[in-house]
């Protein structure tokens, strides 16, 4: 397979930092509940009609268990990643996500038992180490001022526990690919998602269902939808091919996506102080493709 997984990997960067950017101008205006259980049902359309075109796996008693379990921890990740991009900007929430290829140095090993080299292990860091510089506002006030902003930002909070979470369901879904398939896989998960965030969503918004306000955010939800079924697909594809750490911490240059956005659509301030953050990625980038 060589390095196909990390044009993979690249492409479910790009689809999720485009994601996150158009949710969080569509959450300035409609609840987050709706909008992220309307995001995964528009990726719906796209994503089912693929099952007239795939070989439909087998399912053992391992994918159903796995499937199980990691449905309740993506549904609160997804609330929460929400949460994160309507309370806080892009560049004080983005940056904690950057824990997730640290958390995935220790997690696929308990579960996996993936092993992976000193080399890779330094690129996994350092792309966690830029990520987190690249993204940081306060990042001019010393090293410690973003735990300090922890306390001030609400969604820096929320965005530690989507971190630890992704890092679990990034190795639960590598497992239940193993025993169905990547594309078969991002098709249940997704269907499954739409399922078990639907009631809450619709819960929260009951009193809203029948105004032109939902309607807007119908509409509204579209390109998230479409952007949704891209990144998990690519993402699904990804991490069959590679090791579960080596292809999220890849996947973490969204983050670079996602300042620039920030700095493009919503006017998110130090976009050249962040430059020591990027080298520091790409360098991590570099070390994984080539020498891992």
Same mark, same amino acid.
């Given at each position: 397979?060589?390095?196909?997984?990390?044009?993979?990997?690249?492409?479910?960067? /790009?689809?999720?930092?485009?994601?996150?950017?158009?949710? %969080?101008?569509?959450?300035?205006? =409609?609840?987050?509940?709706? #909008?992220?259980?309307?995001?995964?049902?528009?990726?719906?359309?796209?994503?089912?009609?693929?099952?007239?075109?795939?070989?439909?796996?087998?399912?053992?008693?391992?994918?159903?268990?796995?499937?199980?379990?990691?449905?309740?921890?993506?549904?609160?990740?997804?609330?929460?990643?929400? %949460?994160?991009?309507?309370?806080?900007?892009?560049?004080?929430?983005?940056? /904690?996500?950057?824990?997730?290829?640290? /958390?995935?140095?220790?997690?696929?090993?308990?579960?996996?038992?993936? *092993?992976?080299?000193?080399?890779?292990?330094?690129?996994?860091?350092? @792309?966690?180490?830029?990520?987190? @510089?690249?993204? @940081?506002?306060?990042?001019? %006030?010393?090293?410690?001022?973003?735990?300090?902003? #922890?306390?001030?930002?609400?969604?820096?909070?929320?965005?530690? &526990?989507?971190?630890?979470?992704?890092?679990?369901?990034? !190795?639960?879904?590598?497992?239940?690919?193993?025993?169905?398939?990547?594309?078969?896989?991002?098709?249940?998960?997704? !269907?499954?998602?739409?399922?078990?965030?639907?009631?809450?969503?619709?819960?929260?918004?009951?009193?809203?269902?029948?105004?032109?306000?939902?309607? !807007?955010?119908?509409?509204?939800?579209?390109?998230?939808?479409?952007? =949704?079924?891209?990144?998990?697909?690519? =993402?699904?594809?990804?991490?069959?091919?590679?090791?579960?750490?080596?292809?999220?911490?890849? %996947?973490?240059?969204?983050?670079?996506?996602? &300042?620039?956005?920030?700095? #493009?659509?919503? =006017?998110?301030?130090?976009?050249?102080?962040?430059?020591?953050?990027?080298?520091?990625?790409?360098?991590?980038?570099?070390? #994984?493709?080539?020498? *891992?």
């Amino acid at each position: 397979m060589g390095s196909i997984w990390v044009l993979w990997a690249l492409m479910s960067a /790009f689809t999720a930092a485009t994601n996150d950017a158009l949710t %969080k101008r569509v959450l300035t205006e =409609h609840d987050e509940y709706l #909008i992220a259980w309307l995001r995964l049902s528009w990726a719906l359309p796209f994503l089912l009609p693929i099952l007239f075109f795939i070989p439909i796996p087998v399912l053992d008693r391992t994918f159903c268990l796995t499937y199980m379990a990691a449905i309740p921890l993506e549904v609160t990740a997804i609330v929460l990643y929400v %949460k994160a991009l309507k309370l806080s900007p892009l560049g004080l929430t983005v940056p /904690f996500l950057s824990l997730t290829p640290i /958390f995935l140095i220790i997690i696929p090993y308990a579960i996996l038992r993936e *092993r992976i080299s000193v080399t890779g292990t330094i690129g996994v860091a350092l @792309i966690g180490c830029g990520s987190y @510089i690249l993204n @940081i506002e306060g990042a001019r %006030k010393g090293i410690a001022e973003p735990l300090r902003m #922890i306390v001030r930002e609400k969604g820096s909070l929320y965005m530690i &526990v989507v971190a630890l979470i992704y890092s679990l369901t990034a !190795t639960l879904g590598k497992v239940a690919i193993e025993h169905s398939s990547p594309i078969f896989f991002a098709i249940a998960y997704t !269907t499954g998602l739409v399922l078990a965030l639907g009631p809450l969503a619709l819960y929260k918004n009951k009193d809203s269902l029948r105004r032109p306000s939902f309607r !807007t955010a119908l509409k509204a939800a579209v390109l998230p939808g479409i952007c =949704h079924s891209a990144a998990t697909i690519s =993402h699904m594809v990804a991490i069959s091919l590679a090791q579960v750490a080596y292809m999220i911490s890849v %996947k973490r240059l969204s983050l670079l996506v996602g &300042v620039i956005y920030g700095y #493009i659509f919503f =006017h998110e301030s130090n976009l050249a102080g962040r430059l020591l953050g990027t080298l520091i990625m790409l360098l991590g980038f570099v070390l #994984i493709v080539l020498f *891992r």
